[in-house]
């Protein structure tokens, strides 16, 4: 399938600090990527959706300040965890659609999950 | 809740026995996925089914999808050791907004 990476992926960090999550696709261009963030033995919870050259748009509940969201080109959404907290320790997962096919394969509505970054805020 | 509900939460069978996930959710959607995650790691995505579609199977997978009724349902068959993982639904619906299913744990006994 096609590739979204993520980097790094796993960060420690001491509370208070930033910490910035690349999401990248690395064969098709991707208008539209989104950023979840999973608590162990949970779902997915959906924070934003990324739009290349616009602003994100913010779950409910999801503080804008906190959980910044860049998507400054077609291949790469970052997502900073501004003054990390312990509590903001998580899985943080993107994912990227290929709108045009670019990538090539069947499905144009499938999104493409990335490994995911393991936060851990001491 | 953003999520949808999957049942089992939890599930437990032996190698070579079928298991049944079920997911029910709460708006009208474009299609429905199942994806797999093993414990700690990112996501697989096993099939899609469109809401204009009723069954789809790839391989040891069946999966149904009800719109009357908002669920689906993903069957693997001849489970192995290897299924041993969480298995979440996912609807896709208007602006490609994803929501996904609380999740079912499988564990396939060797």
């Known amino acids: 399938g096609a590739v979204v990476s993520q980097h790094p992926s796993w960060v420690i960090c001491k509370s208070g600090t930033s910490v910035k999550i690349e999401c990248r696709s690395l064969?098709?261009?991707?208008?539209?990527m989104f950023w979840y963030r999973q608590f162990p033995k949970q779902s997915l919870m959906l924070m934003a959706t990324s739009n290349e050259g616009s602003k994100a748009t913010y779950e409910q509940g999801v503080e804008k300040d906190k959980f910044l969201i860049n998507h400054a080109s077609l291949t790469l959404s970052t997502l900073t965890v501004t003054s990390a907290h312990p509590e903001d320790s998580s899985f943080y997962i993107c994912?990227?659609?290929?709108?045009?096919?670019?990538?090539?394969?069947?499905?144009?509505?499938?999104?493409?999950f990335g490994p995911g970054t393991r936060l851990t805020v001491l | 809740s953003q999520q949808g509900e999957e049942d089992p939460q939890a599930l437990s069978i032996q190698e070579g026995e079928n298991a049944t996930m079920n997911c029910s959710y709460k708006t009208s959607i474009n299609n429905l996925q199942w994806y797999r995650q093993n414990s700690g790691r990112g996501l697989v995505h096993l099939i899609l089914?469109?809401?204009?579609?009723r069954e789809k199977h790839s391989g040891r997978l069946r999966v149904t999808l009800d719109t009357s009724k908002k669920s689906s349902s993903l069957l693997i068959t001849a489970s192995r050791a290897a299924d041993t993982a969480s298995y979440f639904c996912?609807?896709?619906?208007?602006?490609?907004?994803?929501?996904f299913g609380a999740g079912t744990r499988l564990f396939v006994k060797a």
């Open positions: 994912s990227a659609r290929d709108p045009a096919g670019t990538s090539g394969r069947a499905y144009t509505d499938t999104q493409y």
């Open positions: 064969d098709f261009q991707a208008t539209t």
């Open positions: 996912a609807t896709v619906s208007k602006g490609f907004k994803t929501i």
């Open positions: 089914i469109r809401s204009n579609e």
